[in-house]
């Protein structure tokens, strides 16, 4: 994959110069910064001396020395017929794609297109929100360094959120966990016992039905909401829902979003079955064409309880999630989460503070990303006869219908061509059926998103024509 940077796009990424810097190190020194941000990708090519002196204004000599700089440190290396490349020192680390309930936990093949991972890269500006996290570490290390609920800081930053969103909430409403996975888990832990019916649309996140499922709830697949609300109705009181785990908000895998009246009819069913609407929002701020307008089910249902995460916007290596609970709930959750684990590391804390204070979601730079990506994979439905997908305006995947019931034998066929996918029975409630689905997150580098079309085209070929 031929990954290059232009003069001016490289320019427009640089920070200001500022004065009492030398230019050829504020050049160095903003390459390195692009690439730690993960905003220059592995093997990208430098623009050539000659573009990038016309484009900044500086002589070259600065750029032949900033290069030069890079190289020492690792950061470039000089290719015969390339040019100056970006490098990552030691080289990009394989695997640390989302595991999923049959996937491999062990690190993947660095040339394989891991498809089966709904996360982006980190998002740009994390390193330097980790350097200001550090420096503000002493104040925490002199003390056992347990928070058990999280720190105050980002308990407040993450009330502040609600409240900017409309939804009146207090720090002492939010507890700070090892992800959503694990904020999940200490709802799931302090309010059902073994055989109480949860509702759960399907398809539907497959790690989070199988925390549900370990939680020794009996889980009760109901149709998504917008497609039939009435049923999702008589779902509730045919069984006696105690729960329902819903995502409104860029639903994974379908990336459907609830209207204001969707909110507010299933609201309602949970106010008359006495149920708790478990409200997961980690996609909620993942929108790319236009921001909803819709408020947060919490706003809908004052009495559910709500989990978010930082994976989806800023990083899925930071393992940060939250709960927002009414105080009704709040002291149990709380006591069950202090049996699963003793709180989420202060660092990661920090930086989640520290990116939500300064603006948290998607940057401008991870949507253009995730827009451009999104546009490659829907190739797909030109390369494969039949693929047919709603496009989503917001989260993190395309969620594909196939002329023929072939998924698992795509996932097969895809991996013997380069390509990890999830079968579309994964997503399904009771593990079976969805066999003429197949999900393709475009949480991917847009070049990687074109080979992997390629990839895919090849094996649905291969699979059709064994049909």
């Known amino acids: 994959m031929d990954r290059r940077i232009s003069a001016r796009r490289l320019g427009e990424l640089l920070d200001d110069r500022g004065a009492g810097r030398p230019a050829y190190q504020w050049l160095a020194d903003g390459v390195r910064q692009l690439v730690a941000d993960g905003r220059l990708l592995h093997d990208t090519r430098l623009p050539s001396e000659r573009e990038l002196v016309g484009e900044l204004g500086v002589s070259r000599t600065t750029v032949t020395r900033a290069y030069g700089v890079l190289r020492d440190r690792g950061f470039a290396s000089a290719r015969q017929g390339s040019g100056t490349v970006v490098q990552v020192p030691g080289g990009p680390v394989a695997g640390g794609g989302e595991p999923l309930p049959t996937g491999p936990v062990q690190p993947i093949d660095v040339d394989a297109i891991d498809l089966t991972c709904s996360a982006p890269p980190a998002a740009p500006g994390l390193a330097s929100a980790y350097a200001r996290a550090v420096e503000r570490m002493p104040s925490f290390v002199a003390g056992a360094g347990y928070f058990p609920l999280g720190i105050s800081e980002l308990r407040e930053a993450i009330a502040d959120r609600f409240v900017a969103r409309g939804v009146p909430t207090d720090p002492d409403q939010v507890i700070v966990t090892t992800g959503a996975l694990a904020a999940l888990a200490a709802v799931f832990r302090a309010v059902l016992r073994r055989g109480d019916p949860v509702v759960v649309e399907s398809p539907t996140y497959p790690n989070a039905l199988s925390t549900l499922q370990h939680a020794g709830a009996r889980v009760v697949g109901a149709p998504l909401i917008p497609a039939d609300r009435d049923e999702v109705t008589a779902v509730h009181r045919r069984v006696g829902a105690r729960m329902m785990l819903a995502m409104p908000d860029f639903h994974n895998p379908t990336g459907l979003v609830w209207s204001e009246s969707d909110r507010d009819r299933v609201a309602r069913v949970w106010r008359e079955a006495g149920a708790i609407g478990l409200v997961d929002e980690t996609m909620s701020e ?42 009704a709930l709040i002291g149990a ?14 660092l990661e804390q920090l930086v989640v503070a520290d990116q939500l204070e300064r603006g948290g979601g998607l940057s401008a730079e991870s949507r253009r ?97 064994a049909q």
Request: hydrophobic share 50%; glycine share 8%.
């Open 333 to 346: 959750i709380a006591r069950a989460r202090t049996s699963l684990d003793l709180g989420a590391p202060v």
């Open 369 to 465: 990303r995730l827009i451009a990506a999104r546009a490659a994979l829907l190739r797909l439905g030109e390369r494969c006869p039949g693929w047919e997908v709603d496009t989503p305006s917001g989260g993190l995947n395309l969620w594909w219908r196939l002329p023929q019931p072939r998924s698992t034998a795509l996932v097969a066929v895809a991996e013997r061509h380069g390509v990890l996918l999830a079968p579309g029975s994964l997503f399904a409630v009771d593990g079976a059926g969805l066999e003429a689905r197949v999900r393709t997150p475009y949480a991917v580098d847009e070049l990687v998103a074109a080979e992997a079309v390629d990839r895919i085209a090849a094996a649905w070929a291969q699979v059709s024509s």
């Open 286 to 327: 993942t929108w790319l064409d236009a921001e909803p307008d819709v408020r947060p089910m919490a706003a809908h249902a004052p009495d559910c309880v709500t989990v978010g995460s930082a994976s989806k916007t800023l990083w899925g290596g930071l393992r940060i999630g939250w709960i927002r609970a009414p105080h």
